[in-house]
């Protein structure tokens, strides 16, 4: 019997192209997806409402939406809803921000707050619009609204990316288990907890990114070294510390020599200087920074800025990324002894190359924090 859909509220800054950001329950949908239009089919006057937004110039939109079907149990509660866009976000943002590091240009959505839900969302029945959130509880009239996009981000389009499916189906799993199932493991919050600080961590340094300051770029840091702290917690056993961030980071099987290589200075402080990884490099100084913003420490604006001359905040995303996916059970991996064996088709091998695709695209990318860059980026 199949699902039905109904729409909990628009996302007007994303084209959502498409249709695996999904499951049983909760997804996020383009206008080409046929739950966005048994979504329209079900919800009355909803065609209108959409129809009603613009473009800051005037530029018609077609908002994706975020439906939920018959087989939730009822209505989900903000954080169930919060927690499923934080995972939409770091398959989508995450690769993004890896791939313009690397490309030199933006690919697409590059900051969290292109997936911000419009405040304002048609009744059930279709006849009124309401708006809540922790700032505003309103009721208005549809034939007075003109729904807009952000003002601070661009509309953009999610592609089709090979590396996403996987990723997501991965996080969705967990998702479910907690706000489905019930199961209240450990590991699990820790990384559903762990993507909420990534998702505040890409969200833009100030409301509008107009008027950030150096200061808002120390916060965001800060919220990068927490995302790290709350995936390594071990509960109420222990405490989370940068060594045992370091120690997860030991863990990623790192594909090219250079990422493998125990060759790069860390100031441990006390003068215990040693030579590391570079995605432990990287992560040390981060960790370093961070406790000087946070406690009044003097900070200088250089100290952002490596040997190279590149920005650190450009690499958490990479190093994030390889954590987060050295920590998920992956039950779709496909090796090439299994593809030689014949254990696996040369396909499957094949699928499986495109979709763990992200691995070069990461060590791409932190391997530009050392290496020689163009002029034009110092």
């Not at 989900?76 to 490309?103: G, H, K, Q, Y």
């Not at 762990?194 to 008027?211: F, Q």
């Not at 014949?342 to 695709?357: N, P, S």
Request: aromatic share 10%; net charge neutral.
């Amino acid at each position: 019997m199949a699902l039905k859909w109904t729409a909990l509220g628009a996302l007007p800054s994303i084209d959502m192209k498409p249709d695996y950001f999904a499951g049983e329950y909760l997804a996020v949908a383009g206008a080409h997806d046929d739950r966005y239009r048994d979504a329209i089919a079900n919800g009355p006057n909803l065609h209108t409402f959409l129809s009603k937004f613009e473009g800051s110039h005037g530029q018609r939109l077609r908002p994706s939406l975020l439906i939920r079907s018959d087989a939730y149990p009822e209505r989900p509660n903000s954080e169930a809803i919060s927690s499923f866009m934080d995972i939409v976000i770091a398959c989508v943002v995450l690769d993004v921000r890896v791939r313009t590091v690397t490309w030199r240009r933006n690919v697409g959505p590059f900051y969290a707050d292109s997936f911000e839900i419009y405040p304002w969302m048609i009744t059930p029945d279709g006849k009124r619009l309401v708006a809540q959130n922790a700032a505003l509880w309103a009721v208005h009239e549809l034939d007075k609204f003109r729904g807009t996009a952000s003002a601070a981000v661009p509309v953009q389009e999610v592609g089709r990316e090979a590396t996403h499916p996987r990723f997501f189906k991965q996080l969705h799993a967990i998702w479910k288990s907690h706000f489905i199932d019930g199961q209240d493991g450990w590991t699990s919050r820790a990384i559903l907890r762990s993507l909420k600080m990534a998702t505040s961590a890409l969200r833009l340094s100030s409301p509008t990114g107009s008027t950030e300051s150096f200061y808002d770029y120390g916060r965001i840091l800060s919220l990068w070294v927490s995302a790290f702290e709350v995936l390594v917690h071990p509960g109420s056993t222990g405490k989370a510390t940068r060594q045992r961030v370091l120690d997860l980071l030991k863990t990623i099987s790192w594909q090219s020599k250079m990422m493998q290589e125990a060759t790069h200075q860390a100031d441990f402080g006390g003068g215990n200087v040693g030579n590391v990884r570079l995605a432990n490099a990287l992560y040390v100084k981060m960790h370093d920074l961070r406790n000087d913003f946070l406690h009044g420490n003097p900070v200088e604006t250089e100290k952002f800025r490596l040997d190279n001359g590149t920005w650190i905040l450009s690499y958490p995303a990479a190093i994030f990324r390889m954590a987060l996916s050295t920590m998920l059970p992956d039950p779709d991996e496909v090796t090439r002894e299994q593809a030689l064996a014949g254990e696996k088709t040369r396909e499957e091998y094949w699928q499986h190359l495109q979709a763990a695709r992200y691995r070069d695209d990461c060590e791409e990318c932190l391997l530009a924090a050392v290496k020689r860059q163009p002029a034009d980026d110092k």
